[in-house]
Every structure is written in C-alpha cells, then in structure tokens.
C-alpha cells in the first residue's frame, strides 16, 4: 500500500484546511486509516483514526470538535476536516494505514504503512 498525504499549507489561527490522503496498490488489505502528526522536538502522536467500513471514529482530545476525519471508499481516500486551528496544531501531518484489525489504535508503531507527510503551519 503506497499513501500520498496532501493539502497542508500556512493559514491563520482560526482558519480551516481539509487533508487529503490517497491509497493505492493492495489497498482491500487496509481495515482502517488514521491521521497522525509530529511538531519539532515533539513525538509523532495520534490526531484522528477511522475504520474502512466507516463505523469506528476516534479523535484525540486536544481536536475532538474542531477535526473530522472522512472517507471515500471508491476513491481509496480519507480526509481530515481540520476547523478552528490553532498555533499548536502546526506540525507535519502523516497518514497511515492499518490492515491488522490493531487494537492501540493510537500507537503509531501498530500501523503499517505511511505517507509521506504534509506541513501544516497556523500563524497566530
């Protein structure tokens, strides 16, 4: 499974952005999707996950409100809605699947395979 992580850019704190990731290759093996981010000097935490079938959501604490995570199934795609930003979410956002049913659904080392990462920079 390859994954192209898109539609990071600077905005202003309050503003929104919608990520975009694109899965190709053996993508049926995929059970789900997340979204993870890494800010410098900071590990990479978990933001956002969702299962393939769309049933199963979870958010972090610090973006549950402000965050939607998305996905179309015939595009191979999951989104991530991202609304009232604030300085702190400035990071480099990475996408990830998972095609192991993982149950630590916020550790990164349970998922599989990753983007290449997208700079997401909120100016105060």
């Known amino acids: 499974v390859q994954l192209q992580a898109s539609g990071g850019g600077l905005v202003q704190a309050g503003n929104s952005l919608r990520l975009s990731c694109a899965a190709s290759g053996r993508t049926y093996t995929m059970r789900a999707m997340a979204w993870f981010r890494q800010a410098p000097g900071k590990e990479r935490e978990f933001v956002a996950r969702i299962s393939w079938g769309g049933m199963r959501i979870f958010y972090a604490d610090s973006v549950k409100g402000r965050f939607t995570i998305s996905r179309e199934n015939a595009k191979d795609t999951a989104y991530l809605q991202m609304n009232s930003l604030k300085p702190e979410d400035t990071a480099v956002y990475y996408c990830?699947?998972?095609?192991?049913?993982?149950?630590?659904?916020?550790?990164?080392?349970?998922?599989?395979?990753w983007g290449q990462g997208t700079q997401v920079t909120v100016s105060s």
């Open positions: 990830a699947a998972d095609v192991d049913y993982s149950i630590l659904v916020t550790v990164a080392r349970e998922y599989d395979y």
